[in-house]
C-alpha cells in the first residue's frame, strides 16, 4: 500500500497527460511506480512507448513539476524507462478500448463531426483557412483533428509550426497504430510527416490516384485521433482522385466551400460543390476569402471584387437543399498570413486582427450548431 505521501504524488500524477493521447499518464499505465523516503524525497519511474519519443521531454518535465506539486514532498526526480513489447500491447489495448486493431474511426455512426475543406482552384487560402478554423474550434473547448488530405501541396504544418527549418515533426508508430502530433491543441496528420529527414521545402510528392486513395484512407484508419468532436479535412483544390476517395469514405461528411470574391473563382467552386453532393455529402455553408483589404482610413480596396461567396451560396441553394448560409467574408491582412508564415495562426497571435477575429466568428458559428444525431447508433439499449 503506498503511504500518504506515496499517494498524494500518484494523485497529482493524474493530471498529467500524455500530450499525444490527451489522456493522463496513469491512466495509461505509464507510471511504473513512485517512492517517497522519509525526508520528502520523491522519486516517480515513467515508462515511455518507444526510445526517442518525441513528447518525452514534455512528459518528463510534466511529470517532475507534478510531484514536486505534492503534499508532503520536499523534492523530486524522474527515472525514464522505455516499454517492453507486452506493456506496448497493453497500452495500445488501453487507448483503443475495444474498438478491434484497425477500427473504421470516422464510419457512418461516428460521433465526430466531419467537415472536408474544399475550393474549385488553388490560391484562394483555404488552407490557411482550415487551420485558423481548426485551432479556433479547439479554442472553443471542443478536440479537434486536422487532416492534410491535399498530398501534392501539402502546407498544414508549415502553417501550424509543426515544421521549422527544413524539419517536419513526425507522428509516433505504435506497432500499427500512429500517434499524430499537437499544435495548438489540434491533432495534425499530413502526408509531410512521413518523407523521413528529407526537407518538405524541396520535396515532391508525385502519385498516382490508388497511392492517394491508400494515403487518405490510411490517415483514417490508422492514425489514431481517439474521441474527436471534429475532424476537419483540408482538400486539395479541384475534383480530382483525392476529393472522389473522401467521398466514397467519409459520405457522410459535411462540406465547407472556400472561393474569393471573383467571379471565376465562384463558378469552381460551385463545381467542387456539385461533386461532393453527388456522393451523398452535404454542403454546410461557404466562406469567402481574400474579401477586400482594409486601409489605413477604413476604406476597403476589392482587390478581388466582391459578391463571389454569396454568388456561390445562392447557386447551391435550391429546393431540394435547401438554403446554403454565406458563413462570413475574411479580408485580406498581412497579420493573418504572418501568422501562417511563422506557424502561430493569427487566430491566437492577433485575434483583435479582422480576418483572424471573422475566422474565430465562423468557427463559433460552425461550433454552434453541434453534431445531428439522427440515425446514428448510440452504443446503448433500453433495460
Known sequence: MPTSAEAAVLAALDRVRDPEIMR?????????GVRVDEEGRATVSILLTIAGCPAARRI???????????????????????MSPAERKAFVERVRGDRGARPQQFGPDSLTRVIAVTSGKGGVGKSSLTAGLAVALAQEGLSVGLVDADVFGFSIP??????????????????DMILPPVAHGVKTVSIGMFLG??????????????????TIEQFLRDVWFGDLDVLLLDLPPGTGDIAISVGQLLPHAEVLVVTTPQEAAADVAVRSALVARQTGQRVLGVVENMAGLVQ??????????????RLVAD?????????VPLLGSVPLSPAFREGGDRG??????????PAAAEVIRVART?????RSLAGRSLGIAPR
Open 24 to 32: 493522463p499518464i496513469t491512466e495509461l499505465g505509464m507510471v511504473r
Open 60 to 82: 518528463e518535465a510534466d511529470t517532475l513539476a507534478a510531484a514536486e506539486s505534492a503534499p508532503g514532498v520536499s523534492s523530486a526526480s524522474v527515472e525514464v524507462g522505455v
Open 197 to 214: 529527414d528529407a526537407d518538405p521545402r524541396t520535396t515532391a510528392v508525385s502519385w498516382r490516384g490508388p497511392m492517394l486513395h491508400r
Open 296 to 309: 489605413p482610413d477604413g476604406s476597403v480596396v476589392e482587390i478581388f471584387g466582391s459578391g463571389g461567396g
Open 315 to 323: 447557386r447551391l441553394s435550391d429546393d431540394e437543399h435547401g438554403v
Open 366 to 370: 460552425i461550433a454552434a450548431q453541434g
Open 158 to 175: 508549415g502553417i501550424l509550426g509543426l515544421s521549422r527549418d527544413g524539419r517536419t515533426e513526425q507522428p509516433t508508430r505504435l506497432d
Open 344 to 353: 502561430e495562426p493569427a487566430v491566437l497571435s492577433a485575434p483583435d486582427d
